[in-house]
């Protein structure tokens, strides 16, 4: 069947291109053949390589296929496809198959080109069209159909009759951090190099394993990926701070429930010279939201807290909102001042009766004052201060003006935690109305003996409703009195 073919290839060619002879068609087929490495097989695959070259669309002569349409079992199938991944070949071991993913608008598969097969697609590149011949189905390890092209099989690179517009492109595969689900199973991504740790070892099997996680990042999130053995070896040779392109890492939920991209031997990792686009690395504060996780968010310090909880009040200009801080992260405490440019990288944003905080996850980081290009840097911290009339059930961090009308009264409360704490309330006005305002503990002893008539100016203030069903204002941890 093989020679017939052949024949049937040289006689199309000829009536194709009547300047050149049958001698001539048979020579360029033997040279393509010595470039294949000979073989009875390479003179099929030679043959379909001159009428690719030549632009001679040949009739099929075996039924068509879509990607979506192959099931295990067929014998002799036609499928075309654009090579959208070629498995890197296993360090220090004979390769006698070549991994490929394939892919057409219907889907894509994973083919398995084994010997005389590998050398039909010895030139191919991801991104090239292919149209292979004679191939055969069966079912591959990981339980899905799988295209398999043997000594039997033809392969055509980048066949005239297959619009590269028809065929999904290679960039259609990669994905935003932020989009990828644990439905991928296998994700390709452009991402940042944000965080690595050291490189841990273990036995597996007998043998030395080596794990390095790091965190990625692109302007949707961050994730976590693990970079096994060789691909640990890659990684720690590659600069924080630097770009990569990663192809066909596995996918994998942590016990968090969040996404862990999974980079071993059948995953590629290549440093990008440049970002390929301008790094958003911020989510402005008023988009966060509750449950986000590995944000980015660069803002100016208006308050600092010492409290049990050591925090910083943040704005950027679209919004404030609470940074806490544990452990040795809370020994920037120490240097910070009110207007300070805070870097946080690597944030989760939690609640405390619907409140929401950032607090650093576990390779999240502080930078203080970071060298920021100016269209990054919040603008400076104009204090805002509202009028009594305006303040409404719910606002946070309000700041306001004004005298008191009714002198303090000073009481002993017990919190939801059993501590004895000192709260006093009093009444302030200014020129638009009058608000019941309570401090708690330290604070309380600051005003407790100040007469009426005195100006007062609070900052971080939390409006709420009253025993009484009215607005009243709260003191919280980012509180502080000012005297005029």
């Known amino acids: ?178 989009e990828i689900t644990p439905d991928d199973k296998r994700s390709f991504a452009v991402s940042v190099i944000e965080e690595r740790l050291p490189a841990k070892r273990f036995l597996r099997r007998g043998e030395e394993g080596k794990l390095i996680r790091a965190t990625l990042r692109d302007e949707t999130g961050a994730v976590t990926a693990c970079f096994w053995d060789d691909k640990a070896d890659e990684v720690e040779k590659i600069e924080v701070g630097r770009w990569v392109r990663i192809m066909n890492a596995r996918v994998r939920t942590a016990l968090d429930g969040s996404v862990e991209l999974h980079i071993g031997r059948a995953t590629k990792v290549r440093v990008l010279d440049k970002p390929p686009a301008v790094f958003p690395i911020c989510t402005r504060i008023s988009k966060l939201q509750i449950g986000m996780r590995s944000v980015n968010v660069i803002g100016r310090v208006i308050a600092v807290s010492t409290a049990r909880i050591p925090s910083l009040l943040l704005d950027d200009g679209s919004g404030i909102i609470p940074l806490n801080l544990w452990g040795e992260r809370a020994h920037i405490l120490d240097k910070v001042k009110i207007g300070d440019v805070l870097l946080v990288k690597s944030a989760d944003v939690r609640s405390r009766f619907d409140r929401p905080f950032l607090v650093l996850s576990r390779l999240g980081s502080v930078s203080l004052n970071p060298d920021l290009p100016a269209s990054m840097t ?53 020129e638009t109305g009058t608000i019941r305002v309570s401090v708690w503990r330290d604070l309380a002893n600051e005003i407790k003996d100040l007469p009426i008539g005195t100006r007062l100016r609070i900052r971080n203030m939390l409006a709420r409703i009253g025993l009484g069903g009215k607005v009243e204002l709260s003191s919280t941890i980012f509180t502080s009195i000012e005297l005029p």
Not at 2 to 17: S, W
Not at 403 to 429: C, H, L, N, W, Y
Request: glycine residues 10%; proline residues 6%.
């Open 1 to 178: 069947m093989t020679a017939q073919e052949v024949t049937r290839i040289v006689q199309r060619i000829l009536k194709e291109r009547p300047d050149l002879s049958e001698a001539d068609v048979f020579r360029m087929i033997d040279e393509r053949k010595q470039r294949l490495g000979g073989g009875l097989t390479s003179d099929l695959a030679a043959a379909y390589m001159l009428t690719s070259e030549l632009g001679i669309e040949m009739e099929k002569t075996t039924p068509a296929v879509r990607v979506a349409g192959v099931i295990p079992g067929l014998n002799d199938v036609t499928v075309t496809g654009r090579i959208i991944f070629l498995y890197p070949a296993p360090k220090g071991k004979a390769v006698n198959v070549q991994r490929a993913i394939l892919a057409d608008k219907s889907g894509s598969i994973r083919v398995a080109f084994w010997r005389e097969g590998m050398k039909l697609i010895s030139g191919v590149r991801e991104g090239d069209i292919v149209r292979i011949h004679h191939a055969y189905t069966r079912l591959g390890l990981d339980g899905k159909p799988e295209i398999n092209v043997g000594g039997r099989a033809t392969v055509q690179v980048n066949p005239a009759d297959a619009p590269d517009g028809e065929y999904p492109t290679v960039e259609s595969f990669f994905k935003k951090l932020g």
């Open 378 to 430: 919040p603008p400076p911290v104009t204090e805002r201060t509202t009028k009594i009339h305006q303040i409404r059930e719910g606002q946070r961090n309000i700041t306001v003006e004004g005298e008191i009308v009714e002198p303090p009264v000073s009481r002993q409360v017990v919190t939801m935690k059993g501590d004895v704490v000192t709260v006093a309330s009093f009444k302030m006005s200014d």
